[in-house]
């Protein structure tokens, strides 16, 4: 049962254009969002996250959106640039009761965005 | 501050063998979770350790420990390899009260 879902197994942008990378869940009680990018054989970076209590954050060129009601996330990247090519993975947290996680993030499978000079 | 450190980042064993891997958290951090990445499972989580204590744990049969050292570093341990062990395992470390954790560049193990 995979409880978040990254549909999208790759994107394929043009520099200076925007990415946007979907994700979806299913269980309700996550509250917390994150957005990894990791490149082949090292771990993931974390890039940017939202509180359930928002439906927007921004870091620089990072917009995560938040929602809830649809139970789905996007990360848009604007402008994109050759160095954001990797794979992005979507993650979540607070899946137990009073919305602790001790410790456990829950995964999509990720998607390779690669984005074309 | 320095990041999270894994050692060893290559390791080959073979089956039937066990294998010790050690992660130190960002100082400060006493929360410490593991992972493991396969092309097949993706990035799962294995369990999760603070102040010495494992909090949480995924589904992994109990080949697969871990402990925590009072100074937050910690090691897993896998007993009887067997050949779907291959994977690139991650240690991650966050602050008490936060949910963003922190990823070590992970140790990759091949079973032969």
């Known amino acids: 049962d995979q409880q978040v879902k990254q549909n999208s197994p790759s994107l394929s942008v043009q520099e200076g254009r925007i990415s946007i990378l979907n994700c979806d869940y299913t269980n309700s009680m996550f509250d917390y969002f994150l957005w990894y990018k990791k490149y082949p054989a090292e771990g993931p970076t974390f890039l940017i996250s939202i509180s359930s209590i928002k439906d927007k954050n921004e870091d620089g060129r990072f917009t995560v959106f938040l929602n809830k009601s649809a139970k789905h996330l996007s990360l848009h990247i604007v402008p994109s640039q050759p160095g954001d090519s990797a794979v992005y993975f979507c993650?979540?947290?607070?899946?137990?009761?009073?919305?602790?996680?001790?410790?456990?993030?829950?995964f999509g499978q990720g998607t390779i965005l690669t984005v074309h000079p | 501050k320095a990041g999270v450190t894994q050692t060893p980042r290559y390791l080959i064993k073979t089956r039937g063998q066990q294998v010790t891997l050690s992660c130190s958290p960002i100082s400060g951090h006493r929360s410490v979770s593991w992972y493991q990445q396969t092309p097949g499972q993706g990035l799962q989580f294995l369990f999760e350790y603070f102040s010495e204590t494992q909090r949480n744990k995924g589904n992994f049969p109990g080949r697969f420990s871990g402990r925590q050292f009072s100074n937050s570093r910690s090691e897993m341990n896998v007993s009887t390899l067997e050949l779907g062990d291959s994977a690139l395992y991650l240690c991650?470390?966050?602050?008490?009260?936060?949910?963003?954790?922190?990823f070590g560049p992970g140790t990759r193990l091949l079973v032969l």
């Open positions: 991650a470390s966050s602050s008490q009260g936060q949910e963003t954790q922190y």
């Open positions: 993650a979540a947290s607070g899946e137990n009761a009073g919305g602790t996680s001790y410790g456990k993030l829950t």
